[in-house]
């Protein structure tokens, strides 16, 4: 595969020319074809947009620098009625119809255009050529004196047999050049946009596409031009809308079903507004000959799905252009036709029962609200949410009072950033039924009240009026306060709120508390119960009806996730995350997928992939910001500040930082730990670290006033770094009772800091490589080199260093206390230490004298000092040589 | 190795399914669609494909 060359944040407009993707071993390939002389040419087949030209302009590019003569000519439906019409530039005025004697001559003509090696001949669309043309190229084939390299369509009309027997007769082997795969459509797109893509948009990109580099390009330029397709914090995005199809390829796809009979037609006009049909609706609407010839021309795609064998059109973009060309008039008639067929079938199945509304709602038949709540519900639990909002649209046009739709509509109404309009439903709601449904529509608007409005009381008191009003949805509701307690930041009130709820009968109740637990737990830096809570979790979750709707059936591979990655399980956490976060973007709610985006980021950051952390925070602040939802936004932006930090990106991190501030207070403070750490790290690389160490104490007594013991852990093993050990090593190794490897892991590296025992911070560095922490490792090895430096042994110094520069190699840009001590050759004082981190931080020296207190002269004086003791001149070298990342210009 | 077969394009990822299934050449190019002539060639690039996405690291935006 190619190297990935993109950048994210590189210009904003699409490359003119998009490189040649995912085609480094067909080019290998024909590249040893061209080599056999035995071999007199190649076909290459693919259907419409697949790189076929493209892929033989390119050999021809490699021919030409092998020294080989080449010519390029193209057929055409003009050029196909004139015999060798498609050669006239190659071939001179041949005189009369063509003959045996022609022939001859031509091939003698095109022979002579080789030289000492052969001409390397590429013939584009060679199933247009003329009879004459083909003749010719057959000849020139089996006398092997040119070597043709000749592209066609598959699947469209079928090809001429003397074009067929251009393969099956003259050695020449054929290649059916394929779509592209997923990695590499996402490639390809982010080479032609010049940056990154969100992966809910590569994913988009894809599905649309589906690896056809044509389709792919005009989607993305269409996008492009009309707007919807834009960068956001440095990455390329959807904003929501639907990828249209373009009109550019409309030609392609009319050209694909010319000559198609009128019952053919009129099967993909059916499939194309039904999406997908059972093979025996298909043939019972249109005739077993429509569907065969369909299937003959490559445009359906049917699967083998049991009884049903369902079938759709081969391309998704084909049904949208013909969508798109039909019309509503006919598009209403069909809709029609099918709702007719699907209730004469009996319409059994879940999806018929969607369908069906579906199909009513666009004819306008329907008059009864219900079956059209039941539809949205079944769309909402398949992750349709755009179909769910529209057929509930429809439904309240019918039955404006439906409490179920109001519901509903609500529920999209947050899940989709629409805080206030759905506080303003909720609100609205009149009397109920029953304690189920007062719990639910209590638990709806808590949640919104909660993560939406950031009201805190109100979520709490509505909990609590709704425990008032149905004693008998008590346990529930407790789970629910339960759960806003947890994200408030209170894990040990969590635990008990859920520890005191008896009703676990209900699984929806017994769900939501086991995921709930699973989370507290791990938060309450117990990651083991917490691990066995969330596979209990799982379990739970697996039992319930598939389309039973509980917001927590997402849940519990989240929790899992997070169990593992405090453990310091990181290969189990990188498969956890990985596969969580391709589930989510195929049906989950976006917040969910904001949610994976965080915890790959998580993920990142411990293993030392600040690139690929940033790119995962910025995904999840794409969500949040879109969702309006400020409190989770205030975690992406943790994140991102917090890697910033550590590559010493000043710029990035105190932007980040500002950005989080401005969001204001906020009740979620379950990541308020992060936001403490990235400012720490942030005061740190800009040279501040006493400030670094009183935001680092306090966060830290914060996280143990809330029961927070797994952040906790984290911020005291921040402080150890920074050489603040008393009192740290000791509370970090009684958190490691429960804390598992990892909290383990840092009780070890602080004690080992605080006796400056190089040999045993060795050990720590090896553990944590083990483990792949590499921030970690990379700090370990950089103390330990300092500790044998102390202890009069520079061998060991010297291991430790460079393993610790090793380390550092692998993780960009990294910025930590011990690299920078591991670059220190001279002791330099504390004072000259500060003064140069903050001139490396790009503070001017008058900036540093206000910031430290200090005289000006005195800050020049130290400068001058510590560069003497450095040996350099300048900040940049300074920065070098105490191991500094300076500040992105 | 199915993780890596996921990562394939489509058409290849099915080829190396099938034919490790020992499901014979005619079928797997029927099933396929394409023609057996091309099979040959397809098989070689599968084949290919699959050693360098073996040795190809996963794209790090996506939770690698």
Request: proline share 4%; net charge neutral.
């Amino acid at each position: 595969m190619m190297a990935r060359t993109c950048r994210p944040g590189w210009g904003h407009a699409v490359a003119a020319t998009w490189p040649l993707v995912g085609r480094d071993e067909e080019l290998r390939l024909l590249r040893s074809q061209l080599a056999d002389a035995e071999l007199t040419g190649l076909v290459l087949a693919g259907a419409a947009g697949t790189g076929k030209s493209r892929l033989a302009r390119e050999l021809l590019r490699v021919a030409a620098e092998a020294g080989h003569p080449t010519e390029r000519i193209v057929a055409s439906r003009a050029s196909a009625t004139i015999p060798f019409g498609a050669f006239a530039h190659l071939l001179p005025a041949l005189e009369g119809a063509p003959t045996a004697a022609t022939l001859r001559a031509a091939s003698g003509a095109l022979a002579a255009r080789g030289g000492a090696r052969r001409l390397v001949l590429v013939v584009d669309d060679a199933h247009l050529l003329d009879d004459a043309s083909v003749a010719l190229l057959h000849l020139v084939m089996l006398e092997r004196t040119v070597f043709t390299l000749a592209t066609t369509r598959s699947g469209d009309d079928p090809v001429s047999d003397a074009v067929v027997a251009l393969w099956k007769d003259v050695d020449a082997a054929r290649l059916e050049v394929q779509p592209l795969s997923r990695d590499e459509t996402t490639e390809l797109a982010e080479a032609g946009l010049g940056g990154a893509l969100d992966a809910g948009t590569a994913r988009g990109l894809w599905q649309a596409s589906r690896g056809n580099p044509l389709y792919l390009r005009e989607i993305v330029m269409t996008a492009r031009s009309a707007g919807a397709l834009r960068v956001e914090r440095g990455l390329w995005t959807i904003g929501g809308e639907a990828l249209a199809p373009p009109t550019s390829l409309a030609d392609v796809v009319e050209l694909r079903m010319r000559g198609l009979s009128a019952a053919a037609l009129e099967a993909t006009e059916v499939l194309a507004v039904a999406d997908v049909l059972g093979l025996a609706a298909l043939v019972d609407l249109h005739g077993r000959d429509a569907v065969a010839e369909l299937e003959r021309r490559g445009l359906l795609q049917i699967d083998d799905d049991g009884r049903r064998r369902p079938v759709r059109l081969e391309h998704p973009l084909h049904g949208e252009v013909v969508r798109q060309r039909i019309g509503r008039a006919r598009l209403t008639g069909v809709a029609r036709t099918l709702a007719d067929q699907t209730d004469g079938f009996g319409g059994r199945r879940r999806e018929d029962a969607l369908q069906l509304a579906v199909w009513r709602m666009q004819v306008g038949e329907t008059t009864d609200a219900g079956p059209l709540v039941m539809a949205a519900r079944e769309a909402y639990a398949r992750g349709s949410y755009e179909l769910a909002s529209r057929l509930l649209g429809f439904a309240r046009r019918i039955a404006p009072d439906d409490t179920e739709s109001a519901l509903l509509s609500a529920q999209l109404d947050h899940e989709h950033g629409r805080h206030a309009e759905a506080e303003f439903i909720y609100a609205d709601v009149g009397s109920l039924p029953d304690g189920a449904a007062v719990a639910r529509v209590a638990v709806q608007r808590a949640v919104n009240l909660f993560f939406g409005l950031g009201d805190e009381d109100g979520a709490l008191a509505v909990l609590r009026e709704a425990s008032e009003a149905a004693p008998e949805r008590a346990g529930e509701l407790t789970a629910n306060q339960a759960w806003l307690r947890l994200n408030a930041g209170w894990p040990g009130d969590t635990l008990e709120l859920v520890a005191g709820i008896d009703d676990r009968g209900d699984p929806d109740v017994a769900l939501m508390v086991e995921v709930t637990t699973a989370w507290a737990q791990t938060t309450a830096g117990r990651p083991a119960a917490g691990l066995a809570a969330a596979e209990h979790a799982r379990q739970l979750r697996d039992a319930l009806a598939p389309t039973r709707l509980n917001r927590f059936r997402d849940f519990p591979e989240l929790p899992r996730a997070l169990a593992l990655l405090t453990l310091g399980d990181h290969i189990a956490a990188a498969e956890a995350i990985g596969s969580g976060r391709a589930a989510a973007l195929d049906t989950h709610p976006r917040f969910v997928q904001a949610w994976w985006s965080f915890l790959a980021g998580q993920l990142a950051v411990r293993r030392g992939q600040l690139a690929t952390a940033a790119a995962a925070f910025r995904e999840g602040a794409v969500i949040q910001s879109r969702l309006r939802q400020p409190g989770l936004l205030r975690r992406d932006l943790a994140g991102l500040a917090l890697t910033a930090a550590l590559r010493g990106d000043l710029a990035t991190a105190r932007a980040s930082l500002a950005e989080l501030d401005a969001t204001g207070a906020r009740p979620e403070r379950l990541h308020a730990p992060l936001a403490e750490q990235a400012r720490a790290w942030t005061a740190w690389a800009g040279g501040a670290t006493e400030e670094a160490i009183a935001l680092l104490r306090t966060a830290a007594a914060d996280a143990r006033m809330r029961g927070s013991h797994a952040a906790e852990s984290e911020l005291l093993h921040d402080l150890a770094r920074l050489d603040v050990v008393n009192g740290v090593a000791d509370r970090l190794a009684a958190l490691a009772a429960d804390g598992g490897p990892l909290a383990a892991l840092r009780a070890q590296h602080a004690a080992a800091i605080r006796q400056g025992d190089g040999r045993r911070l060795g050990h720590a560095a090896r553990a944590f490589a083990d483990a792949g922490a590499r921030v970690m490792a990379a700090d370990a090895h950089g103390r330990a080199a300092v500790a044998f430096d102390a202890a009069g042994d520079p061998r060991a110094a010297r291991l430790h260093r460079h393993a610790a520069q090793e380390e550092r190699d692998r993780v960009d840009g990294l910025s930590t206390p011990a690299l920078a001590r591991t670059h220190e050759r001279v002791a330099l004082t504390a004072r000259e230490r500060e003064v140069v981190a903050r001139t490396v931080g790009g503070l001017t020296n008058r900036e540093i004298a206000e910031q430290l207190g200090i005289a000006k002269r005195t800050v020049d004086n130290l400068l001058h000092r510590a560069y003497g003791k450095l040996g350099v001149s300048d900040r940049d070298a300074a920065g070098r040589a105490l191991g500094l990342s300076l500040p992105h210009r | 190795m199915d993780e890596t077969l996921e990562r394939l394009p489509p058409t290849y990822a099915t080829f190396l399914r099938l034919e490790r299934a020992g499901v014979a050449a005619k079928v797997i190019a029927a099933q396929l669609e394409v023609e057996p002539e091309a099979l040959p060639l397809l098989a070689e690039l599968a084949h290919a494909k699959l050693a360098q996405a073996r040795d190809d690291c996963p794209r790090p935006s996506q939770g690698g």
